[in-house]
């Protein structure tokens, strides 16, 4: 299976900050993957596929970026809406396989 | 508005079979693949499998085997049971609808999910 490292594992930031969080694939996997926000208690929510197309609804302080097998999450000026968990899902092969995620806290 | 909602029980014997049912609302469950996906309390996410509106289905070998899905179009529900539970099956169960349209992949709608506990 693909293996997915994602890091940090926690981010402590504040509001207006910018944020990045990355995901390494364990082989290449082209553009395909996700990345998805999940607050407590609620199904996660899609923000980007194909590496860095925005889903619609989701707003534009949020895009992704590919370097060969590293992918790249930031949050352009963090809001209080953005405290949650991300992760990333490769949807190149399966099993599909997600990161460890990352929860981003309030500093 | 496509909506999921999960429905089963939330307490399984550990050894017995865990089913659970995906009731989609909205829209059809035909030309989608559906999923499952799951969490352990304060764990991440984890694939279970998919099953096509074929029929069709495909599934994690991390669960070895123990996992059956399948899906009813005339009441536009799919469902998924896991065989032989243990307490490392304990996980709120997601279902998920894969938007599968080149280059746009991604899981677009999902249930709320349910959490399920294996326990004696």
Redesign the interface.
């Known amino acids: 299976?693909i293996q997915m490292t994602q890091s940090p594992s926690t981010l402590s930031a504040s509001v207006g900050d910018r944020v990045t969080i990355t995901c390494r694939a364990s082989q290449g996997i082209r553009?395909?993957l996700?990345w998805?926000q999940?607050k407590p208690g609620?199904?996660?929510?899609?923000l980007i596929?194909?590496a860095s197309?925005l889903?619609s609804g989701v707003p534009s302080r949020f895009s992704g970026s590919r370097s060969g097998t590293d992918f790249t999450l930031t949050i352009s000026s963090l809001q209080p809406e953005d405290f949650a968990t991300y992760?990333c899902?490769q949807?190149f092969d399966?099993?599909?396989?997600?990161?460890?995620?990352t929860k981003v806290e309030i500093k | 508005q496509v909506q999921l909602q999960e429905s089963g029980p939330g307490l399984v014997k550990p050894s017995e079979t865990l089913s659970l049912t995906c009731t989609v609302s909205g829209g059809s469950i035909s030309n989608y693949y559906w999923?499952w996906i799951r969490q352990p309390p304060e764990k991440?996410?984890?694939?279970i499998?998919y099953v096509y509106y074929t029929g069709s289905t495909?599934?994690?070998?991390?669960l070895e085997s123990r996992a059956t899905m399948s899906l009813d179009t005339s009441s536009n529900q799919f469902s998924l049971k896991v065989s032989s539970v243990t307490a490392a099956d304990t996980a709120v169960y997601?279902c998920?609808r894969?938007f599968t349209t080149n280059?746009?992949?991604?899981?677009?709608y999902?249930?709320?999910?349910i959490l399920v506990t294996v326990s004696s």
């Open positions: 299976a553009n395909d996700g998805y999940q609620k199904a996660p929510k899609v596929y194909a197309n889903q992760y899902l949807d399966y099993p599909l396989t997600f990161g460890g995620g | 999923s991440g996410l984890e694939w499998g495909k599934y994690n070998p991390s997601f998920a894969r280059p746009k992949y991604c899981f677009d999902w249930g709320q999910g």
